[in-house]
């Protein structure tokens, strides 16, 4: 993996499958396309796995997934990654990766107590299910105003036309930021998409080093340029946070950053939505006839088609795992995937099923980080899709969907080529 290329100092234990070579298998576009048979023949030969190349714990059970997600030795700050980009071999091997992650490294999605509870209380209220309900007006105007310009009856790219647009449009509407700077924006996210991949070229960390100090600079103008008139909203907490000494600048930008972009992962939950529906005509259906399924349907879509691949943990002390000790300073990834079709939670989790209830699917991380944004993801995710079914009584395939593959931790379509209907 990028970020490491240290001698693995921990002796082997033996944990089944342990001749796995998972950095082939994780970077393979077929497995980014479809991975799910391979991780269920993973899944079966055990929930946990230790890869044998660099000390790294893979979790594909939902309950040993559950456990360690909210386990106070298992943290989410890097430095502490043993074998990761904070260690002076790394630092001086790949300066650029260093700058990159230490740059991005204050904000409360890479922090342990008590730093992490600090930072997230700044904005945790604003996010909820009933603020995020007021934001629905504004998503549907912009859904309006795309769906407007979709051709009918001739071949579009769904993921071009819509779904790259929405969270983007949301995401700046939401933090204040002139429908001006779109492209802008769009350019920064795309650069920055990469931070955390196991695939990252050097031209790739330079262009996310860039865009990273560039966003960051624009966030601290669009601060300042608030501070006399900082109204109600978002910015106005991280003013007030920032004022007060809750954050410093540092922190304060970063956490602002990871706010604005955190938004572009629900570009990938529109594709698969879309995707995973036109594939399974009678849900589809079945969704149509009860517009009200939305919800248990973006629930179902985010469980069987999830949008990210790994959730991340640090070791801050020796923890264990069911049969497995991870010890301090080692990295585990959930590979979600696999925990969202444990058969031990899931009744048939091979089925897509809108109405599935409970849906206990773990997209959206859990324990003390689970993600601050969930609400305006699935309210985004349900407008997006219900807007677009509720448009065109007739939606088609026009085209083979090309799956992202070069991106190894968000997993989503590059494009999705539709025919639209009236
Ligand atoms: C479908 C869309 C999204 C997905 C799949 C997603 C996924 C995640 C995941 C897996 C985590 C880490 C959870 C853990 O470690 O246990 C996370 C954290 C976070 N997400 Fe999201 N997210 C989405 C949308 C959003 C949105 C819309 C925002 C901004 C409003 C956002 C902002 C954040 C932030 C700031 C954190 C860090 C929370 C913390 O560490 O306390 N995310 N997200």
Known sequence: MSQSETQDANPPIPTPGAGIDWWTMLTDPAFLASP??????????????????????????????????????????????????????????????????????????????????????????????????????????????????????????????????????????????????????????AALVKIGDIMMSPDQKQEALAALREYKAFLRDHLEARRGNPGEGLIALALAALDDGTMDEEETLNNLLGLVTGNENTVTVLGNGLLTLLRHPAELARLRADPDLVKSAIEEVL??????????????????????????????IGLVAAINRDPARFDEPEVFDIARQPNAQFIFGGGPHVCIGASLARLEAQVGLSAMLERFPRIELAGEPVWWADRTNQRGLQSLPVRLGR
């Open 36 to 189: 799910h048979a391979e991780l269920k023949r993973i899944r079966e030969l055990g929930p946990v796995h230790r890869d044998g190349a660099f000390g790294v714990y893979f979790v594909l059970g939902h309950g040993e997934f559950r456990q360690m997600a909210m386990a106070p030795e298992m943290g989410r700050d890097t430095r502490l990654w043993s074998n990761g980009w904070n260690t002076p071999e790394n630092k001086q091997r790949d300066p650029v990766s260093f700058d990159l992650f230490s740059e991005f490294q204050r904000q409360m999605v890479n922090a342990n107590p008590p730093d992490h509870r600090r930072m997230r209380d700044v904005y945790e209220k604003a996010l909820r299910p009933a603020q995020m309900a007021q934001l629905q007006p504004m998503i549907e105007a912009e859904c309006r105003r795309l769906l407007d310009e979709l051709p009918v009856d001739s071949p579009v790219d769904f993921m071009t036309a819509f779904a790259n647009h929405l969270p983007l449009r949301v995401s700046r509407n939401l933090f204040e930021i002139s429908p001006d700077m779109d492209p802008q924006m769009a350019q920064w996210n």
């Open 303 to 332: 469980r069987y088609e999830p949008s990210i691949n790994f959730i991340l943990r640090v070791a801050i002390k020796d923890y264990q795992l069911g049969d497995v000790l991870i010890p301090a300073g080692a990295l585990a």
